[in-house]
Each structure stands twice: as C-alpha cells, then as structure tokens.
C-alpha cells in the first residue's frame, strides 16, 4: 500500500507561481513512479505531469511545458510540481498518482495509489 498527502495548494493570482508536494508512505518510494493531474470542473481528469522512479524521464502535458516543472526527492519521499506563470485555465484540482512502471505515464487508468487532491483556484 501507499499513502500519497498532497499539499502546496491554494487562491493564486494569474501569472503567479505555486508549488506542490506529494508526500509518499508505505513503500518503496524510490521504486515508483509518479504522476500529476488535474481535474477542473465540468471536465475530465488529464494528466499534467510524470516522472519516473529514477527521475530520467519525464512527461509533459504540452499546455505547461516551459510552465510547470516536476521533480522528486526520493530521500524525503517526495515529489514536487513547480508552477509558473500560471493562468486561470490551469485552476483545477491538483492530485499526484503513483505506480509501479513507467508503460502508459499518461493514463490515469492506470495508476494504483491516488492521493486526495489539492485545489488550485487561479484568478484572473
């Protein structure tokens, strides 16, 4: 099992900066591999952002590259999601995804352990 605790979330006005956390428990969690996505209302959940156990490689949704920027500290269990420039399109909830391999990064079906959530309202 594995416990996922995100955080960092909150009111930001547009063109503004936030950083999330996604605090890991129960195992190895150096072993997995993470995702972000969001879901805004009225819409479906898409994948954000992910990077694997190692930290070599890493995904991108294309409406954020050169915005946001994920990273991970397998020493303290954590991963983290940088957000710059943000825009009230980008408001939405904000929920962090673990699972074994790295096949299919991007599917949300596919992941195992999901944290709560996080909301990020951005105003404009």
């Known amino acids: 099992q594995v416990q996922l605790v995100e955080s960092g979330g909150g009111l930001v006005q547009a063109g503004g900066s936030l950083r999330l956390s996604c605090a890991a428990s129960?195992?190895?969690?150096?072993?997995?591999?993470m995702g972000w996505f969001r879901q805004a209302p009225g819409k479906e959940r898409e994948i954000v952002a992910a990077?694997?156990?190692?930290?070599?490689?890493?995904y991108y949704r294309d409406s954020v590259k050169g915005r946001f920027t994920i990273s991970r500290d397998n020493a303290k269990n954590t991963v983290y999601l940088e957000m710059n420039s943000l825009k009230p399109e980008d408001t939405a909830v904000y929920s962090c995804?673990?699972?074994?391999?790295?096949?299919?990064?991007?599917?949300?079906?596919?992941?195992?352990?999901w944290g709560p959530g996080t909301q990020v309202p951005v105003s404009s």
């Open positions: 995804a673990a699972k074994a391999d790295w096949w299919q990064a991007k599917n949300g079906n596919v992941y195992a352990y």
């Open positions: 129960g195992r190895t969690f150096s072993r997995l591999n």
């Open positions: 990077i694997s156990w190692s930290g070599d490689n890493t």
